[in-house]
Every structure is written in structure tokens, then in C-alpha cells.
């Protein structure tokens, strides 16, 4: 797992730098966890992220980042239930401005949420997405479970047990058809240790990453 967290990064990475030096100068963070690109990436030197979490995700987030001088030219916080709340209604009071380009990176975090609240978080997100933005998001297969691989069932029970099931596991058809449907026209999507230059990482979940712009 650790090493395909790493490729993710990595191509989660390459893509926001691709977005950034193409001009966007605002990155929204999706389920931003304990993401520290904020902290660590100067291309992001001219633009304003906002880090957008689970209240409880950023409140402890925010209680171990102290005194870090983000790298960012600003970092604001807005907390967000994707399951209950207006995510667009949220960035608008953080004073997220739709009328210029966004983009946005939603990694690891589909996987934890129902279809109903990814479908509505993509809405939120193309509703505040000048054209040319981009969206960046990874997200997972359904894993065989005809192979019985007992670490597969140990981490969808493990999951499970520690309240965090994964609901919104779905395939590349499904995916996209959400993504399209709020909007964006995907332009790239290659499994997560391809793209992060790790060629088939051992990885309990077959997890790839999309890139797509909004029309
Ligand atoms: C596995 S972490 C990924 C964190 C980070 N994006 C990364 O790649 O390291 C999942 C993130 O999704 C967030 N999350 C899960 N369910 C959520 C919800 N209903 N609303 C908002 N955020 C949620 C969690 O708070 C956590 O930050």
C-alpha cells in the first residue's frame, strides 16, 4: 500500500503542475486529509488553495500544522460533510471565485463516499468551474473477490469494522459517466502506479486517476 501511495501522489502531482503552469490560480483539495502539496509545492507559489475537508478530518489537521509557512500563496480552510452539505455554497463563503479557473484534486476519497455524494460533489464542483478547468480524481475498482484473497477481505472488513466501508467503489464506465455527466470531458485516465511511474505496485485496490476539463 505504501508504495502505491506513493504513485499516486506522484501522478496526482504531475498533474496539478500540469494544471498550474497552464495558468489555473486556484487549486481546491477535496477530502485534502492531511495533504501537505500546500506546504510543499512551489509552482504553487501564485495560487490560493483551499483545503476543503470533513470537519473533524481539518480540525485535527489544523491542530498539527503550528506555525508551517505554506509554500502556497494562500491556504483557506472550509469544512464540508460530502454526504450532507453544498459544497459549492461552502467555497463560495471561503471566497472561492467561480468566474476564473479552478483546479480541483480529489484523491483517495471517492472510494469512502456513497454514489449519491460523489455524484452531487461533482456537480458542486463543475457548478464553480470556469471553462478550462480541470478535475483531477482518483478512484477505485471493485476488487475480485472470486481470487479470495484474504488481505482483499481484510481491508474492506477492516474498513468496515473502523466505520469507514467502501461504498463508492465503481468501475471506469461508471466513473466517467459521472464525471461527463457533471460536465467535464475526461482527457486522460491510466491506473495510479502506471501514471506514478511504478509499473503494477502491489495494491490490495485497482485504483486509477483521472483527468478531465470542464467544457
Ligand atoms: C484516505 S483520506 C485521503 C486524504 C488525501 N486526499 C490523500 O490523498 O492523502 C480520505 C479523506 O476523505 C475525507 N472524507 C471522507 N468522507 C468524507 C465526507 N463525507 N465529507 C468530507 N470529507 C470526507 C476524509 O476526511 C479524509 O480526509
Not at 52 to 62: A, F, G, I, L
Not at 102 to 113: A, D, K, N, Q, S
Not at 128 to 157: D, K, N
Not at 185 to 203: N, P, S
Request: aromatic share 6%; proline share 3%; hydrophobic share 45%.
Amino acid at each position: 500500500m505504501v508504495e502505491h501511495m506513493r504513485a499516486r501522489t506522484l501522478a496526482a502531482d504531475r498533474a496539478i503542475v500540469e494544471a498550474i503552469e497552464d495558468g489555473s490560480r486556484q487549486l481546491v483539495v477535496l477530502g485534502a486529509g492531511l495533504c501537505a502539496r500546500a506546504w510543499r509545492m512551489p509552482v504553487l507559489a501564485e495560487t490560493i488553495v483551499y483545503e476543503v475537508d470533513h470537519p473533524s478530518t481539518q480540525r485535527y489537521k489544523r491542530s498539527r500544522l503550528a506555525e508551517l509557512e505554506p509554500k502556497a500563496r494562500e491556504v483557506r480552510f472550509a469544512s464540508v460533510d460530502f454526504e450532507a452539505e453544498d459544497l459549492s455554497l461552502t467555497l463560495a463563503n471561503a471566497g472561492h471565485d467561480a468566474s476564473a479557473g479552478t483546479t480541483w484534486i480529489w484523491e483517495g476519497v471517492t472510494p469512502y463516499l456513497t454514489p449519491l455524494a460523489i455524484a452531487r460533489t461533482l456537480e458542486g464542483a463543475s457548478a464553480r468551474s470556469a471553462a478550462g478547468s480541470t478535475l483531477i480524481m482518483t478512484y477505485a475498482m471493485p476488487v475480485a473477490r472470486s481470487r479470495g484473497r484474504f488481505a482483499e477481505w481484510l481491508l474492506h472488513e477492516g474498513l468496515r469494522a473502523i466505520g469507514e466501508p467502501l461504498e463508492g467503489l465503481m468501475g471506469a464506465r461508471a466513473a466517467h459517466r459521472l464525471v461527463e455527466a457533471s460536465g467535464f470531458e475526461i482527457t486522460k485516465d491510466a491506473r495510479v502506479d502506471v501514471l506514478g511511474g511504478k509499473r503494477r505496485a502491489h495494491a490490495l485496490v485497482a485504483e486509477r486517476l483521472l483527468v478531465a476539463v470542464r467544457r
